[in-house]
Structures are given as structure tokens and as C-alpha cells.
């Protein structure tokens, strides 16, 4: 085999290690980049963030549009402006609220106050404030064991779903424990509050909550009947086959079914230890000389900067010693960098989708324009995977409320005229068209969608189903009242 070289020009894309820690924050949520930030500020020396003592920086708006500075927190306004600029000794990053410089922040006075941060108080878990109740009954210690048994078989709900007989057999034998020993400590926890707490199913536990009532609470005794042995047909909304049940007429019914409505089918819930996650708005939009405009959001933008200290080691001792700070002061920069151009990307591609959905901050729901992420991309000259990486889990603030990005983005269903509508503003008509009707009445979904048809959007009966079912409405049978 005879041995040649041959010389052959090919391209190719390689992704750097900033490229690649460019796209991975591109895609992190506002949480996820603190984070992330977080580990960042542990390992790297030569980045912290800066100590508050300048002034906020604001975000700037895209070209051509009217400046205006944004609120701190949504729920307040600043018609001031103030701006900074961001800038390294390898060239200049305009992106808002980050600076790269060589000032050190002001120290701390030892003789001022500690400000102490305020925690709040644990909430008492359902095990603890029913134990704490246990230990001031009167029944046995042998009981009290058994309860206690019970009580930490109980679901986040206050449910005791784990059979009974199933318990006695995982007891060691030697205890000479029986179902009927359960049965009485069952009777015990039932009797503690929250009332319905130690329910095995959702007829008992409502059944508990009524006994708990004074005999004379009107249509108390109905409504026994009904959770006790005619919950099904509630649920079914079957009123027709619950009066004969009763023997009552429709005010009466009525009565019963607000009074079970009123009771709790989750007495545990209140309970439970799950910690409440708010969301920090990326972007806010608001409404300026009749020009809706996004602007960031000062409060979800970390600002970062170059550790003075280090630096200035760095300036006056660049041999061979010292590479790894000067290694870590590349990172520290390429991170400002990429976080900058972060914001950057999210601010552009929420003002774009502002420009195309101002009839949604006009008009709500109703006005929402079909978009896709595509239409986006081409505007701004983006990839549509980069789009797709700034709408997700990112938030914008509105007048309207707080939604995610992606929520701006729809299919489309063809209207009679040629044109398209949203499917966001069909959820929207579809909800107004349930919330209108006649309860005893319901609309059907076919006549849901002869209505739409009338209005000129053209949507079969499966599609108003699936649109509805997205938006939790309970179909015909279960939207029917007295």
C-alpha cells in the first residue's frame, strides 16, 4: 500500500469554555444562577460581589426606546435614573448592573450594631401538635403507645390509609396486640383535633368534622346521611336522585350540600412542612408615554466585580508564582462577561415579545397573538434553541401579573376570515363563555364550539375538551348545580 498525505480544509464549530459556561447560564433560572454564582464566589478569590455602597445600576433599554429606570421591587416605582458602566482592562462590557474594577468596598464599623437576620418561627408539624395533645389525655400508657403507633402512620393529610390488620401483623407477636386494640386507639386519635384527623377515607373524616357539631346545626343530620353512605352520588352531582334520597326539595339540598362543601377534606394540610417559593421577576414591563417597554430587574441581577486586593498583587507581581490567580482572574472575568451578556439576551428577547404582545398588556388573554419561537429568533437573530433557553423559567412582571416567558408563545387555530387566533385567547374566550353560563344549564363542549364558530374561530369539540381539561374546568356533568 503506497503511503500519501493530503491536505483537506474543512470548518468546523468548537465550543470554548466560555462559549460553554455561556450557554449554561443562558439556560439556568434566577435561583439556579445565585447558585451557581455561589460556587463561583467560594473557589474564585478574585471575584466577589460588590458591597452595596454604590449607587443601583440600571438596566438599559434596547436602542431607539424611551429610557426609564426600573422599580427596585415590583411593587413600588422610581422615575429616577442612574447609570453605570462596566468595563475591563481587556475591553469594555456595556450589559447594566455589573462593574469591574479595581475599588475596595468600605469596612465596617466594629462599634455599630450587629444586624442580625429575623428567622422565623418552625411551624408545628401535625406529629408534634398531636402528640402534644396525647400526652394531656387520660387513657393508658399502653394506649398512648398505640396512638402515638397510629399517629405516625398518618399521611401529610391526616389520613390513616395503612389498614389496620395490616399494622398487627409488622407488631412483634410478644405485645399481644389485636385489630380491636387498634380500633380503640383509633378512636382516641379521631378524637383529637383538627377534627377529621385519623380518617380512612374521605366519607369518614367528613363524617368526624360533622360530629363534632352542635345536633342542632341545621341540615346536620342530611348531610350525615349523604357522606356516609351517598358520597358517590354527590360527587356525581346527581341532585335529582339526592332529593329522593332525602326526600327534600331543592333549598333544602341546597343547605346540605353548602354545609359539606364548608367542611375540610385535607384537616392535616395546615400542617404540613412544605416551604413557600416566590418568584423574583426577571424583566418588568410597564407602560410609558402610551410604549409598553421591559426593562430588568434590578433585585435578580447579582453584581459582581474584581477583588481589588488581588488585583493589585496581580499588577505588581506578574512572574511565574502567581498563574493561578491570574488564571482565576480570566474566570472571574469571563463569568461578569457571560452574566452580562445573560441579561442581555433575556432583556431583548422579552422586549421583542412585549412589541408583539402590547394587545395582551392592553386587553388580557383575550388579545394574546399566536407566536412561535421561531418568529422570535428571526427578529433578533438568535438561534431558536437560545430563545427557547431566555423563555424558560424566566419571569416577567406585568401589570397583569407575573408570567413566565414561554407563556407569551401559542399555537395557532385558523379563524373563517383566513387569519389565526391564539390558543391562549381560545382558553381565555372559553373560560369567559363557562364562567357566564347558566348553572343548572351547563354548556357542552359541542356548544362551546358552535359559539366559537360563531365568532368566526373554527375549533372542533376535541379541541375545546383538551383546552378546557388544560385549565382544570370539570366537564358538563360535574359543572351542573342546583
Known sequence: ????????????LTLTPQLQQSIRLLQLSTLELNQEIEKFLQDNPLLEREDGLREETVAALPPGSTEFTTPATPTTTNESEADTTASDTHGSADAPG????????GTRDDNDEAEYPQVAAETQSLREYLISQLSLTQITEHDQKLVTLLIDSLDDDGYLHQDLAELVEILPPELDIEVDDLLVALRHLQNLDPPGVGARNLGECLKLQLETQPAATPYRAQALEIVSHHLDVLAARDFTKLKKILHCEDAVLRGVKNLITSLNPRPGASYSSGDTRYIVPDVIVKK????????LNPEAMPKLRINRLYADILQRNRDAGHQQLAGQLQEARWLIKNVQQRFDTILRVSQAIVDRQRHFFEHGEVAMRPLVLREIADTLDLHESTVSRVTTQKFMFTPRGIFELKYFFGSHVTTETGGSASSTAIRALIKQLVSAENGKKPLSDSQISEILGQQGIVVARRTVAKYRESMQILPLNLRKSL
Do not use: I, N, P, T
Request: net charge neutral; glycine share 8%; aromatic share 10%.
Open 98 to 105: 455589573f462593574e469591574e474594577d479595581y475599588s475596595h468596598g
Open 1 to 12: 500500500m503506497k503511503h500519501s498525505l493530503q491536505l483537506r480544509l474543512s470548518q468546523h
Open 288 to 295: 410609558l408615554k402610551g410604549v409598553w417597554l421591559a426593562a
